[in-house]
């Protein structure tokens, strides 16, 4: 997860425990937003990736990179350890998950495009722990924020998409745009800009 639930409850000035149980459910889902649109994964961990053969560059979803563990080129994508490649034959990019073949591309390109021999390159890597970006962190809590935000209101006017709503205690209103439910808001995507994995 990329943040805590006390951590989410402080930035959107929720207090008790009565929305626990949503709020966690909507953390999981800006979690998985985060993950398909960024294409990254900011928990960090153990990943397995493959990429094409045919370039001298493969750029690793994930990144800043604490080690790898392994780099294997193999055509048939079998990846036994007969295909481990030295270290001495690419260099580590760590700051920004790029590895990079120091003899041309990792097998020699079949045809006149760089994606040749799709998925014939397998790293094993991993990254650090508990090393998400503040932005993100942020970008994750405006999200659930907005989430929370047309939660909390479709059920104050009974999931009926009210505008004004009149009762024994008088006339209550609500913006169409909340009622309606806002479009996701831009400062998340533009928070969220700078880290998406570029396109290869």
Not at 128 to 148: D, M, N, R, S
Not at 149 to 173: H, I, P, S, W
Not at 178 to 191: K, R, S, T, Y
Request: proline share 6%; net charge negative.
């Amino acid at each position: 997860m990329l943040d805590t639930l006390a951590n989410v409850k402080t930035s959107l000035l929720v207090s008790g425990t009565t929305d626990d149980a949503l709020l966690t459910r909507l953390m999981d889902a800006a979690d998985a937003f985060i993950t398909e649109f960024t294409s990254r994964d900011f928990a960090g961990g153990s990943f397995t990736e493959t990429h094409p053969a045919g370039r001298s560059l493969v750029f690793l979803r994930n990144y800043p990179l604490a080690s790898v563990t392994s780099l294997k080129v193999d055509a048939s994508r079998q990846f036994g350890s007969e295909t481990t490649r030295d270290a001495s034959t690419f260099v580590v990019h760590a700051d920004r998950g790029v590895l990079e073949s120091v003899c041309g591309p990792f097998l020699p390109p079949r045809f006149a495009h760089r994606d040749d021999w799709p998925a014939a390159v397998q790293v094993v890597y991993s990254t650090a722990t508990g090393a998400v970006p503040a932005a993100v962190k942020q970008a994750f809590c405006e999200l659930i924020g907005h989430w929370y935000r047309f939660a909390k209101t479709a059920k104050d006017q009974d999931y009926q998409m009210l505008t004004v709503a009149v009762d024994v205690n008088g006339e209550k209103q609500w913006p169409w745009s909340l009622a309606a439910g806002e479009p996701l808001p831009p400062g998340v995507l533009q928070l969220l800009a700078a880290y998406r994995v570029p396109a290869a």
